[in-house]
């Protein structure tokens, strides 16, 4: 069956360092999402990409980067940890075709920066 | 722009009774609308979406959503809930912005026996 993952489930870092968050898909999807979901906050936007050597900017993009080298990974990466990035993160898929169609997402990767 | 409210971070409902979330929208353009669940843990599952045709969207473990444009509310029901619906649920609408969806804040769905 296809599905979406992330890697890795759980994390700690420290302030300043480099972090990045693995998403890998098999539905074949062109659409690629990350979500951060803090209380009170729902989900919010960091990046998206709609196909390949494609990535967007999305409503809370600041300190985060991705790219996107093949269909199946979306790739987070914090360049700097902080500690207002401690958050719960999800990756999402979606076909390319029509607003219509519904994202798929990961299980999350709960991460904390001390 | 789009937008999405979730009238009510928590609700609480009893055993076999209706479960009613509330879910308002803003849209410049005809909206796609759909309903999240999350269980503990876990990521975002789609319990339903209304794209066109009949207002009336049912959706899987017995929910369902009427989408009211004079309303512009896309409120989510169950005639009876079981405890097994305890998970928060997501209001979610996609309009001018591409493929990206705007999700509202949740609302906690609390089952009590």
């Known amino acids: 069956d296809a599905e979406i993952t992330q890697s890795p489930r759980h994390k700690i870092t420290e302030t300043g360092r480099q972090v990045t968050l693995a998403c890998h898909q098999t539905?074949?999807?062109?659409?690629m999402f990350w979500y951060r979901q803090d209380l009170g906050h729902g989900l919010r936007l960091i990046h998206y990409?709609?196909?390949?050597?494609?990535?967007n900017k999305g409503e809370v993009s600041d300190g985060y980067s991705v790219s996107r080298s093949n269909t199946e990974d979306l790739p987070l990466t914090l360049e700097s940890a902080a500690s207002s990035q401690t958050s719960v993160y999800f990756c999402?898929?979606?076909?390319?075709?029509?607003?219509?169609?519904?994202?798929?997402f990961g299980p999350g990767t709960r991460l904390t920066v001390l | 722009a789009q937008s999405v409210t979730q009238l009510g971070s928590h609700v609480s409902v009893s055993e076999g009774a209706l479960v009613l979330l509330r879910c308002n929208y803003s849209?410049?353009?005809?909206?796609?609308l759909f309903w999240y669940v999350q269980y503990p843990n876990q990521g975002l599952q789609l319990l339903l979406k209304?794209?066109?045709?009949?207002?009336l969207v049912k959706g899987i473990n017995g929910f369902e959503a009427e989408f009211k444009k004079s309303e512009t509310s896309f409120h989510l029901t169950k005639p009876s809930a079981h405890m097994s619906d305890a998970a928060e649920y997501f209001c979610?609408?996609?309009?001018?912005?591409?493929?990206?969806?705007?999700f509202g804040a949740g609302t906690r769905l609390f089952v009590k026996a």
């Open positions: 999402a898929s979606s076909e390319r075709a029509g607003r219509f169609n519904e994202q798929f």
């Open positions: 539905w074949n999807h062109n659409n």
């Open positions: 990409s709609y196909g390949v050597h494609d990535t």
């Open positions: 849209s410049s353009v005809p909206p796609y």
């Open positions: 209304y794209t066109t045709g009949a207002t």
């Open positions: 979610a609408v996609t309009g001018t912005g591409g493929f990206k969806t705007i």
